[in-house]
């Protein structure tokens, strides 16, 4: 007997989408950081890099993104994207 397995979908954000949100609102990384209480490179690494360094994990790394995009006014379809 065969089981279904079901998909895993991962959530990817889309970096240049957080970024130019920022860039259009005339945001530093430093000031947005310092609103959504995260550090600069915790922005940077959002906008900048598919790795989780500065976080744990990647589904900390989402809710950061999360926390970063409802400040900026977005909807979360607008920049995380789901792949399997």
Same mark, same amino acid.
Request: charged share 35%; proline share 0%.
């Given at each position: 007997?065969? %089981?279904?397995?079901?998909?895993? @979908?991962? +959530?990817?954000?889309?970096? &240049?989408?957080? /970024?130019?949100? @920022?860039?259009?609102?005339? %945001? /530093?990384?430093?000031? %947005?950081?310092?609103?959504?209480?995260? /550090?600069?490179?915790?922005? =940077? &690494?959002? &906008? $900048?890099? $598919? *790795?989780?360094? *500065?976080? #744990?994990?990647?589904?900390?790394?989402? +809710?950061?993104?999360? @926390?970063?995009?409802? #400040?900026?006014?977005? /909807?979360? $379809? +607008? #920049?995380? =994207? #789901?792949?399997?």
């Amino acid at each position: 007997m065969m %089981l279904n397995k079901k998909k895993k @979908r991962e +959530q990817h954000i889309l970096r &240049e989408v957080l /970024s130019a949100a @920022r860039e259009e609102r005339g %945001l /530093s990384h430093e000031v %947005l950081a310092k609103v959504v209480c995260l /550090s600069k490179r915790h922005i =940077k &690494e959002l &906008e $900048d890099a $598919d *790795t989780f360094l *500065t976080f #744990y994990s990647m589904a900390i790394k989402i +809710q950061a993104a999360k @926390r970063v995009g409802h #400040y900026l006014g977005l /909807s979360e $379809d +607008q #920049y995380l =994207k #789901y792949i399997e």
